[in-house]
């Protein structure tokens, strides 16, 4: 994976991998598209993204007479199926006539599309992926709008046992469980459920997971200065592994002093009940 050579517009759903094609080098770029509604000038920008890894390209190879191949991709995994334009040709304002007479002075670039909105599960096997591929696809393409998420999760389960058993299995449930906290709210102990089917280790890491929620909240409060950091990461721990919260709970964290937050994130891994938390 090559670090970002676009811009600052690319963020961490962009990636761009670098290959090598029958000899000659290649890129691969990669872009993670989850807005609900597709993008209308997705093709242009796709076009401003690869004219850049050219330019820099050729600032870094000053005596290239040619150019790499830059393949662009767009994963989407919105609400609703891609229907728009794959092509940059296709957003230029031309009469049928004109297209044909001027389709050749005019610039081409389509990116291949690979639209989970539209993906069964069983075309997703179909595709023979690796385990961990798999279930990055079906987090992709099925978690956010899942109306039961930790049961969407249980049906993974043969799929998770298996990328558990290749070389990187447990950072790579990591991974996953990192992504399930950060676009569903789920109970804690529904998911802990789960993960405890996978065996100790995984649940090791599902704990693992959640202490780092812990210090991320920690090193957000203590970078900004402020009380509000910490005071979600709290109640998003407490949510987690409670479940709703009642509004009485809410005030308090809200109201108590940085010490006491940081006791109340410490306790929440043990803790049994909201009780323990605060005793």
Not at 27 to 40: D, G, V
Not at 157 to 185: D, F, K, T
Not at 191 to 218: F, N, W
Not at 239 to 254: M, N
Request: charged residues 25%.
């Amino acid at each position: 994976i090559m670090p970002s050579l676009v811009g600052s517009e690319m963020c961490i759903r962009d990636r761009l991998f670098t290959c090598v094609i029958r000899g000659r080098m290649a890129y691969i770029y990669l872009l993670l598209e989850h807005q609900s509604t597709p993008s209308l000038w997705m093709s242009y920008r796709m076009l401003l993204y690869v004219v850049r890894i050219w330019e820099r390209w050729r600032v870094e190879h000053p005596d290239a007479s040619t150019l790499p191949l830059v393949l662009p991709i767009v994963l989407h995994h919105g609400r609703s199926p891609w229907d728009q334009p794959v092509d940059v040709f296709d957003l230029v304002d031309l009469d049928p006539d004109l297209r044909e007479a001027v389709g050749a002075n005019v610039p081409r670039l389509a990116f291949v599309l690979d639209d989970l909105a539209k993906a069964t599960d069983d075309a997703l096997r179909d595709r023979a992926l690796a385990a961990f591929a798999e279930v990055t696809l079906r987090a992709l393409a099925r978690l956010r709008d899942s109306p039961a998420p930790v049961e969407e999760i249980g049906r993974w389960l043969p799929l998770l046992r298996q990328m558990l058993r290749a070389r990187s299995g447990l950072q790579r449930l990591r991974a996953i469980l990192e992504y399930v906290h950060s676009v569903v709210n789920v109970a804690s102990s529904e998911l802990r459920d789960v993960v405890a089917q996978l065996g100790p280790a995984a649940e090791e890491v599902y704990m693992t997971t959640a202490q780092s929620l812990i210090e991320q909240g920690k090193a957000e409060g203590k970078a900004e200065g402020k009380a509000e950091g910490a005071t979600e990461i709290v109640l998003r721990l407490l949510q987690l592994r409670f479940g709703d919260l009642p509004a009485s709970v809410e005030d308090r964290v809200r109201s108590a002093t940085d010490d006491e937050r940081t006791r109340y994130a410490e306790r929440v891994l043990d803790a049994s009940s909201l009780d323990e938390v605060f005793v």
